[in-house]
């Protein structure tokens, strides 16, 4: 009879290599999809960066711990950098670090424009907590009725007010409306406003179908659901912008709202070929996500803006009654006094 630990240790030895390996696998297809972001592959590359790296080093040291081996060392150290290098959430923590170090003077506030985004839950209170914020353009998902947000908006920005409700939304802002509109099918609104110093914005708020990770990916049904709201809701956007970028100085384009799906996804390919920028992604600080309002950990909601709107700072903030962290993000508006 062959001894067992002799036979263990042979097993050892295989699955030493063999878990690893196998991890490995997983790790480059994972890294492959995300690469392609094919439209059948959505219900993996909606799954944050951050989420694949946990479950992958998780993996890697139970490998350790129960056959040892150098493999599951090497497998784990490139799910960390990994992690680290393309997970955009130790970007604003490191961002916020730097800024807390080198403190440099603020951009005088007369050179900026500060844009939020927040889900009202239909909530007039919540709306009156965003005004709390000094904001002089708000984009609204799950908005209350078109008559608590005159009421509010015109107590305080009195003559100024510029307000479009419709499809559960609103646009609000200091200036004067010169175009407005309400599409379709109820997932997006529009507005031109002029500020005061005669620079325009067209603005645009959405609020996407729902296209991120859920308990029941193992199912066909949910895959094709997920390809399909991709589809739609790239469709949507691209409908929204158009393919061209706005090149005028004197005219700036903002788009913000629930997006719905995680950063990084296909579904946002219209506004890059728009050239906008996300706001976080170049000016955020400090946790980024924003939904679950609690505990986020998903950025769902979020503000785009054409080049010569420059982003700032972006942040978010857990605002009471909200299952959605606000969005706010300070722009430099050109002609104005510079902040960068």
């Not at 059948?40 to 711990?65: F, Q, R, Y």
């Not at 500020?195 to 990916?217: A, G, M, N, R």
């Not at 976080?280 to 996500?289: A, D, H, I, K, L």
């Not at 609690?294 to 080049?307: G, K, M, T, V």
Request: hydrophobic share 40%.
């Amino acid at each position: 009879m062959v001894p067992l630990n002799p036979m263990w240790r042979k097993i050892q030895k295989s699955l030493a290599t063999a878990v690893p390996s196998l991890i490995l696998a997983v790790f480059l297809i994972v890294m492959i999809c995300y690469l392609n972001r094919w439209d059948s592959m959505t219900a993996i590359t909606i799954i944050p960066i951050w989420a694949w790296t946990a479950v992958g080093m998780l993996a890697c040291l139970i490998s350790w711990i129960a056959f040892r081996g150098l493999p599951s060392i090497i497998v784990f150290c490139i799910w960390l950098v990994t992690g680290i290098g393309f997970s955009e959430e130790p970007q604003g923590l490191i961002r916020e670090l730097i800024q807390s170090i080198d403190q440099k003077p603020a951009p005088s506030e007369e050179s900026q424009l500060r844009v939020i985004n927040v889900n009202a839950s239909g909530s007039g209170e919540i709306l009156r907590k965003v005004f709390d914020l000094d904001p002089d353009l708000i984009m609204v998902q799950e908005a209350p009725d078109e008559t608590t947000v005159a009421e509010i908006t015109n107590k305080e920005f009195g003559v100024e007010s510029a307000i479009i409700v419709g499809a559960g939304q609103a646009i609000i802002g200091r200036g004067e409306l010169m175009a407005t509109m309400v599409e379709d099918h109820g997932k997006a609104i529009h507005a031109r406003l002029k500020l005061q110093d005669e620079f325009i914005i067209d603005l645009t708020s959405v609020d996407l179908e729902p296209s991120y990770p859920s308990p029941y990916l193992w199912k066909l049904s949910t895959w094709k659901g997920l390809t399909e709201r991709r589809v739609s809701n790239r469709r949507l956007l691209r409908k929204s912008l158009g393919e061209n970028q706005i090149t005028r100085s004197s005219t700036g384009r903002l788009i913000g709202g629930g997006f719905n799906t995680p950063p990084g996804d296909d579904v946002f390919r219209p506004l890059q070929s728009n050239m906008l920028i996300d706001a976080f992604s170049v000016s955020g600080t400090g946790w980024g996500n924003t939904y679950p309002a609690n505990y986020p950990a998903l950025r769902l909601d979020q503000i785009w803006s054409s080049p010569n709107l420059f982003p700032l700072k972006t942040t978010t903030r857990r605002i009471a009654d909200s299952d959605h962290r606000i969005v706010i993000s300070d722009f430099e508006l050109p002609g104005r006094k510079p902040g960068r």
